[in-house]
């Protein structure tokens, strides 16, 4: 499971309204990526359906249930941010344990769960190293692995790649849509690079200035963009 929908939902930091009323529908399964210029509010948008914010009105439907004031820890979801904190001085294998220990969850299950997730992230021969000893695409996928292993009903990315170099970008864009293909988890995952939300979504909802310009296919974006803010955007001509 993982479907989302979002009605009327706005957000205001004090006076100003970084996100004015939006409905938003996410299917259960989909890739969907939100892209925009920096300062559009793409992560204001993921962070009110994670619950790391309060939305200022309108309503979070999770799965059928409503979650608008449910705490970010009960609404079944990993987050997988830009830097990502490891414990250095812990092994890969603890690191991605670290939350279902927390849990207390049954050992045997924990090994099973860390050994699985390591297979999807092509991290099995590490499990022994510390991140020290890693490189920078290696440890992003621990920290991914830690998101794995929650079993969410979705994952929520944010610019997860963009500490990255160009070369590693490319491979690891590869290895989210390997991994959102093998868990076929809804993965909501945000962007200002239309690159990267051209190759790895279902569907793109294109954000200026916290209003949704369109919603749709990667090729009927670029087919059909709406506006010229989209076709520039997007790349293609209208
Ligand atoms: P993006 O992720 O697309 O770059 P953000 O969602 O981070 O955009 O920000 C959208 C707008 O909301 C920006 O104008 C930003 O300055 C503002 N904003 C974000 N978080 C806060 C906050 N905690 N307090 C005040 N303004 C904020
Ligand atoms: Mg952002």
């Given at each position: 499971m993982g479907r989302f929908v979002l009605d009327k939902v706005s957000k205001s930091f004090g006076d100003a309204q970084v996100i004015p009323p939006l409905d938003l529908t996410i299917e259960d399964g989909e890739f969907t990526v939100f892209v925009g210029p920096s300062g559009c509010g793409k992560s204001t948008l993921l962070r009110l359906i994670a619950g790391l914010e309060d939305v200022t009105s309108g309503t979070v439907n999770i799965d059928g249930k409503e979650m608008t004031d449910v705490p970010p820890a009960k609404r079944g979801l990993s987050m997988v941010f830009q830097s990502y904190a490891l414990y250095?001085?812990?092994s890969v294998r603890k690191n991605i344990a670290f939350p279902l220990r927390m849990a207390k969850m049954d050992k045997a299950e924990i090994k099973k769960r860390v050994e699985d997730a390591a297979s999807v992230l092509n991290l099995t021969d590490y499990?022994?190293?510390?991140?020290?000893?890693?490189s920078g695409g290696q440890r992003q996928r621990v920290a991914i692995g830690r998101a794995i292993?929650?079993?969410?009903?979705a994952f929520l990315f944010d610019e997860p790649l963009s500490n990255l170099d160009a070369a590693l970008r490319v491979g690891m864009r590869l290895e989210i849509s390997e991994m959102h293909k093998r868990l076929a988890t809804t993965m909501i995952y945000v962007t200002h690079d239309q690159v990267e939300a051209m190759t790895m979504a279902d569907k793109i909802v294109v954000l200026q200035a916290g209003v949704i310009e369109q919603v749709g296919s990667p090729l009927e974006l670029y087919r059909s963009p709406r506006n010229t803010f989209v076709a520039g955007f997007i790349g293609s001509p209208k």
């Open positions: 250095p001085h812990m499990l022994d190293r510390r991140p020290g000893q890693l292993v929650r079993e969410p009903s």
